[in-house]
């Protein structure tokens, strides 16, 4: 089964984003070390994002109150994630290298996603757990191993 080209501009605006993370990453984590504290960093990136969401959220059609109320509350803790990765990467990739921060990350990601999907949680489309799956999962996170370099001790 062939990628349409809408579905291959979709693929290439992803793996930007993936290339985001790291740059992203280094430079809150080059932030918080210069402020010399993590959560000021933080709290700039997300101001920023902040700005330039609004800019976008008012210049499109805004959802009704009752569209808002209506999603379960649980929808709404994706932040609680965002601020988590954000405040951890920012603190932890100095103390053991960004490579090393973002290889555990994209682990963490794997494993989750695998996860999310198998069960269908959130409402994602289910996709079982196969040995192929897992095979290539474990391929993967033996790539990243291969490819991160030793941690320092923390």
């Known amino acids: ?8 501009l979709l693929g290439v605006v992803m793996i930007i984003a993936g290339a985001g993370i ?8 080059g932030l918080g070390t210069r402020l010399g504290n ?8 997300f101001l920023l994002a902040l700005a330039v969401t609004a800019v976008l959220t008012f210049s499109n059609p ?11 509350i649980h929808y709404y803790l994706g932040g609680l ?3 988590f990765y954000i405040l951890s990467i920012t603190w932890i990739a100095p103390k053991i290298g960004l490579g090393n921060a973002i290889f555990l990350v994209l682990i963490g ?23 192929a ?22």
């Open 1 to 8: 089964m062939g990628w349409s080209s809408h579905a291959f």
């Open 22 to 29: 790291p740059i992203m990453a280094a430079l809150n984590a």
């Open 38 to 45: 993590p959560i000021p960093a933080a709290f700039v990136l």
């Open 62 to 72: 805004l959802p009704s109150k009752d569209q808002v109320i209506a999603i379960p």
């Open 81 to 83: 994630f965002v601020a």
């Open 109 to 131: 990601q794997l494993v989750a996603a695998m996860i999310i999907d198998h069960y269908g949680l959130l409402n994602a489309s289910k996709t079982s757990v196969t040995a």
């Open 133 to 154: 799956r897992i095979a290539g999962v474990g391929l993967m996170v033996a790539g990243i191993y291969l490819a991160r370099k030793p941690m320092i001790d923390v």
